[in-house]
């Protein structure tokens, strides 16, 4: 198993530049999140889903968009890239409990890291 | 106040040693409770989940002190191996998210 895998794994973008980052875990894992992370902030939730074709946000959605059209994939949009949104990006999948919230431990790609100049 | 604080160090500790680091929730309805281990330029991975009434893995040992809210990480015997930073990992009662603190560095030195 490759576990939780993330595309690209560098980029630098200009400022208004559009990309996508691609989430893939083959865990068949119910829940997947993006993080971001910068200095001294921590991680911070963009957005999740809890089934393939749901979505909702988290701490800090603005400038982003995600999509889980299937559920192994979780794809993460910024439509006009902004310098603020420098930073390494994570994507994390659970697997729920049985008849509760997700499973706690969260499974994390390696990351990418994102410069927007 | 953030709803998961730590202090972000950085803790320099000779190798063989014993360090503590704790770290202080805000929300009382905060349920479950975790340490994940981050390496440098990597992504962060669950060290060990806690328990209310304390537990053990190997040379960790995590506390969970709901009254005062919040929680430790002790490490014995500390290993080069075991430099990294620390976050400290929170989940509110209902809620899917898990809130992540800033986390602590620390450094083994030989």
């Known amino acids: 198993n490759a576990g939780v895998t993330q595309t690209p794994k560098f980029r630098v973008l200009k400022t208004g530049q559009s990309m996508t980052l691609l989430c893939a875990q083959d865990?068949?894992?119910?829940?997947m999140y993006w993080y971001r992370q910068d200095p001294g902030m921590g991680l911070r939730l963009i957005h999740y889903?809890?089934?393939?074709?749901?979505?909702a946000k988290g701490e800090v959605p603005d400038g982003y968009n995600v999509s889980r059209l299937k559920k192994q994939n979780f794809l993460l949009g910024l439509e006009s890239a902004a310098p603020s949104q420098t930073s390494v990006y994570f994507c994390?999948?659970?697997?729920?409990?049985?008849?509760?919230?997700?499973?706690?431990?969260?499974?994390f790609g390696p990351g990418t890291r994102l410069t927007v100049l | 106040r953030k709803e998961v604080e730590q202090d972000p160090g950085p803790f320099n500790v000779p190798e063989g040693a014993t360090v503590a680091f704790n770290c202080t929730y805000s929300?009382?309805?905060?349920?479950?409770f975790f340490w994940y281990r981050q390496d440098c330029r990597k992504e962060p991975k669950l060290l060990m989940s806690?328990?209310?009434s304390g537990n053990e893995d190997g040379r960790f040992t995590a506390q969970l002190n709901r009254a005062s809210q919040y929680i430790s990480l002790l490490i014995r015997d500390s290993k080069l191996s075991d430099s990294a930073t620390y976050l400290c990992?929170?989940?509110?009662?209902?809620?899917?998210?898990?809130?992540f603190g800033t986390g602590t560095r620390l450094t083994i030195i030989p």
């Open positions: 990992v929170v989940r509110v009662f209902g809620n899917e998210k898990l809130t």
């Open positions: 929300n009382s309805a905060s349920q479950s």
């Open positions: 806690v328990y209310s």
């Open positions: 994390a999948s659970s697997y729920p409990k049985t008849g509760g919230p997700s499973t706690d431990t969260q499974y």
């Open positions: 865990m068949n894992h119910e829940y």
């Open positions: 889903s809890v089934g393939e074709g749901t979505t």
